[in-house]
């Protein structure tokens, strides 16, 4: 059974509600967290390809990347699926901040896909991760609820 029915979410997933790039969030995270997210990209197999400012690099331990601090464009792409891509944004060890495409991630397969991806990140860091609208990371719609081990809504989504 599907943590959540496209017809049911479908609203979540219109680019033109939610924007196109809506925002993934775990909160109250530390510099642990983040090697633990490199540590699943890589023990997955997903394809990556991180960045700093655009320059292709080889991915950093965690540790070694926040201590640079801020501002160095630091992002990780990662494909957990073919087709669907994930930017990871890599600002402060405080909180893992991350955008989707919604255009890649249409229909049952699209929901699916996202709710797998919520769930590893979820059971691997032991805490919540949230699905905001783009640049609105005050209203979470949807997330990975720790509690029930599953991907829940967090909105109505018959609700602009």
Known sequence: MPDLLWDDVRNFFDPDLMGALPDGRVPGTSVEDWQAVFDLVRSRGWAYAY???GVALRLPRAGHLLSRGGGLGAELRVWPSPGF????????????????????????????????????????????VLVT????????????????????????????
């Open 51 to 53: 960045s700093e400012d």
């Open 85 to 128: 891509l994930v930017i990871f944004r890599v600002y402060e060890a405080g909180a893992i901040d991350f955008d989707v495409d919604l255009r890649e991630l249409q229909g049952q397969t699209g929901v699916d896909a996202l709710c797998r991806l919520l769930r590893a990140l979820g059971r691997r860091l032991g805490k919540p």
């Open 133 to 160: 609208p783009e640049s609105d990371p005050s209203r979470p719609v949807l997330g990975f609820d720790v509690t029930v081990g599953r991907v829940v809504l967090l909105a109505d989504p018959e609700l602009p």
